[in-house]
């Protein structure tokens, strides 16, 4: 399978450098786009070639570089929202090289409205920025993590396989609690859990315009801390000219995307409104593990010369089939023998061995025909920036998010006691048990405003910002149907609690710049949080926390500009970061979890030249008391995170771009890291021989892995361009060997996996219709057998070992084909 592979890559580049050879005397055109105030770099301005329909965007030092193109008169155009348009004409004989300097447009650039939270050419810190356009290639029906699947030290998965539903993003071992993730900076990530749920929101990628992945502590100020990366999105922004837009997606395993944005360009100079409304469904890869998606997005603003105020209403609600369980490891192997004895640890009926032993690598747990989680939720956002003077500038932001829904689940044989039920007396017979459906519920509020006030001088940028957010959130179960209903009654709760957290923090920071080649940064941040709970969580048991924490995080740097183009960085940042819902609740009692502290150093080099860019960066992140899994339960079966005093991720981050040939581009990226903990200790349990016993047994690792921290993540994208409507790509992703614990033990590890996409777009051009879009992406063309995620637990039964792996296997080769109206 390895050879069919590399003989396929090879096959398709040899193929492609032939046509690349087609067209190599046509002429090229590079330079660089700047502010004509500042002189600073314009990244992601769009340099077009009137007429041709090829063009480019700018990459992060402000270069541009076109090739293929005709000898003789072209007209080029160079654009970027809030700075005023040029267009030029010149004379292609030879290659050329040619610099734009942009004035400032009459109305302020919204850019400035997520400023704050953005790294820059002057932030010593290591950051990428997936424009819209690189945004939009890909964007045919999968979640967001998957769209930002290439960068640098990211790694994704999909619970249902294929990239629909359920999807999780980690990047450099950090996993979704851990990543701090704004919308127009304003924070997203669940106040409790810290993670983000992307499925809340589907299709918000047709609503945005950038985003901005900042590695390490970066430059986050709003939101849940951030130990491994920063996400930055911002929404669309106003087109200069009005259009509507038909999208439409069909693919493997059902899945399909339809979705219809307007916008109405500027009206009156200074009036701009944008909608839409998305439809994404899919069957899944995984059995059962359908998603049914609804999304919309709203916006409309005002764009005067000082003073930008816009609304923003988006959200969506999914229904989605649970496939959380994961595929046993036994039935990924077709080990009949594992498979029954995974049947006689866990106590399957019949129904439930049978749907094991007769299902496939798509094995999913799940049976009853409704075991969905069921969610809605609605953001609204309200931005004012207004231009003070030359220098100075506000921007205030108010935020509401309302979330409500539950997950369903089919019980079979749950006790009585479990649920604060009494048990029943049937003909004498005592019963302690009963089938039942139970739904478990969330309604929460979150609420708050940021602010940021911002001062641009010949030397200085500063920024004094910071904001307050609170949440409310209710937590309660109901038991819809039971076999025997004991005592309970029709919508009683069997458990409810009320969370409530308050999040305030405040910053400075700053850019001065010390000599005509040497930047200082720094940035200070305090934040203070209250958390408090009551009430009585699902199992049963009373929650009663009352904890407050004062963080103090600062920032220091220095960028020195090269001859050129390229750049020197080097920086110092400690972030903190309060326990999460569950290290409180789950913890034992009188072991409150302390909160965890990192230490971040970076430093780098990138450059940029006529056909290439590259940069390379170095990483310490040394984490003081990082919150881990052991092994050990509480009194009630709960798992339970634990601090380790010492733990650490160092690694060297590669990532460049070249222009092979006039038509063929390559993008690539290399992390290398280690990962360790100093001293790891698992706890198992020994429950006897005829477990009427609780024992626990240590075990103590030194230097071990982190988990889930591969050593090795590559991501590489070959692009071929024979005419400037049509584009072929080749996708490829590496991951290395991911241990499921911290014992860094092989035989409960995911094994190192190597995919390759295919995708294809072509844009038409009629006369009746301004564009018309066709792609078609070809997922995991050499049908690799992979899993990108999964867990492991074991225990003794006396001289009877119990170690078990699950597994969340990814789809094999699947496609997905869509078509784009823009009118």
Known sequence: MFNKKMLGVSLWL???????????????????VTDAETNEALPGANVVIVGSGKGVSTNNLGNYYLTGLPTGQVTIKVSFV????????????????????????????????????????????????????????????????????????????????????????????????????????VPLNDSES??????????????????????????????????????????????????????????????????????????????????RLSKIASDGYIDRASSDLQSYFLSGGYYGKKTIVKALVFGGKEVT????????????????????????????????ADNLLNSGRTFNYYQYDNEVDNYQQDHYQLHLTHQLSKEWSVNGALHYTYGRGYYEQYREGDDFSDYGLDPIVIENTTVETTDLIRRRWLDNDFYGFTYSINYSGEKWQTTLGGGLNVYDGDHFGEIIWARYASNSEIRDRYY?????????????????QLTDRLNAYGDLQIRTIGYTTEG????????????????????????????????????????????????????PAGKVPAPETLGNWEAGYKTAGKRYSA????????????????????????????????????????????????????NANLTLSRNKIKEFTEVLYDYGTNFDEYNEIRNVYKNTDISFSPNVVAGSQLFYRPIPAFEAGLL??????????????????????????????????????????????????????????????????????????????????????????RF
Do not use: C
């Open 536 to 587: 009585v969580d699902s199992d049963q048991a009373a929650i009663d926390v009352d904890e407050n924490f004062f963080f103090f995080n600062p920032k220091a740097g220095l960028t020195y500009a090269l001859e050129g183009t390229s750049q020197l960085y080097a920086s110092y940042s400690v972030a903190h970061r309060e326990p999460i819902r569950s290290d409180f609740i789950d913890a």
């Open 82 to 185: 809030g700075y005023e348009t040029v267009e030029k004409a010149i004379s292609l004989g030879t290659d050329e090289v040619m610099n734009f300097s942009l004035s400032k447009d009459l109305l302020l650039d919204e850019g400035i409205i997520v400023s704050s939270t953005r790294a820059n050419e002057k932030t010593p810190m290591t950051f990428s920025t997936i424009s819209n356009k690189e945004i939009k290639a890909q964007n045919l029906g999968q979640d967001m993590p998957m769209l930002v699947n290439w960068s640098p030290s990211v790694v994704t998965t999909s619970d249902a396989g294929a990239g629909v539903g359920y999807t999780g993003i980690r990047i450099r071992g950090s996993d979704a609690t851990r990543i701090n993730v704004t919308i127009n900076g």
């Open 496 to 512: 409810e609690s009320n969370a409530l957290k308050k999040d305030f923090n405040s910053y400075l920071k700053a850019n001065y």
């Open 321 to 352: 089939y649970q496939s959380w369980w994961g595929t046993p490891e036994a039935r990924l192997n077709n080990d009949e023998e594992g498979m029954q004895e995974v049947i006689a640890n866990n106590g399957y009926s019949q129904a439930q």
């Open 732 to 821: 490829t992703k590496y991951v290395g060997r991911q241990y499921m614990d911290n014992t860094q033990m092989e035989s409960r590890s995911i094994d190192p996996y190597f995919v390759n996409d295919l995708r294809f777009t072509y844009e038409w051009k009629p006369a009746w219709v301004e564009r018309i879009g066709l792609s078609l992406l070809v997922n995991n063309v050499f049908s690799t057998l992979y899993s990108s995620n999964g867990y492991t637990f074991g225990y003794f039964g006396g001289a009877y070992e119990v170690r078990e792996n699950y597994y969340y296997p990814q789809a094999t080769r699947n496609f997905l084909a869509a078509l784009s109206v």
């Open 14 to 32: 040899a193929l492609t450098g032939v046509f690349a050879g087609a067209n190599a005397d046509a002429q090229s055109l590079s330079g660089k």
């Open 194 to 275: 810290h993670g983000t749920f992307w499925v809340n929101t589907p299709d918000l990628a047709s609503s945005t315009n950038n985003i901005q992945i900042q590695r390490g502590v970066g430059a986050s100020t709003n939101g849940a801390g951030a130990f491994g990366a920063t996400i930055n999105l911002q929404t669309s922004m106003p087109s200069t000219e009005g259009f509507g837009e038909i999208n439409n997606s069909f693919g493997s395993y059902g899945t399909r995307k339809h979705n219809i944005v307007y916008n109405t360009g500027l009206i009156k100079d200074h009036w701009s409104f944008e909608g």
């Open 615 to 666: 940069g390379a960066n170095l990483y310490l992140m040394d984490y003081k008391d990082q919150l881990v899994l052991t092994g050990e339960v509480n009194d009630v079966g709960s798992s339970v995170r634990t601090n380790v005093a010492d733990s650490y991720r160092a690694g060297l981050e590669l990532q460049g771009s070249v222009q092979l040939t006039n038509q063929l581009t390559w």
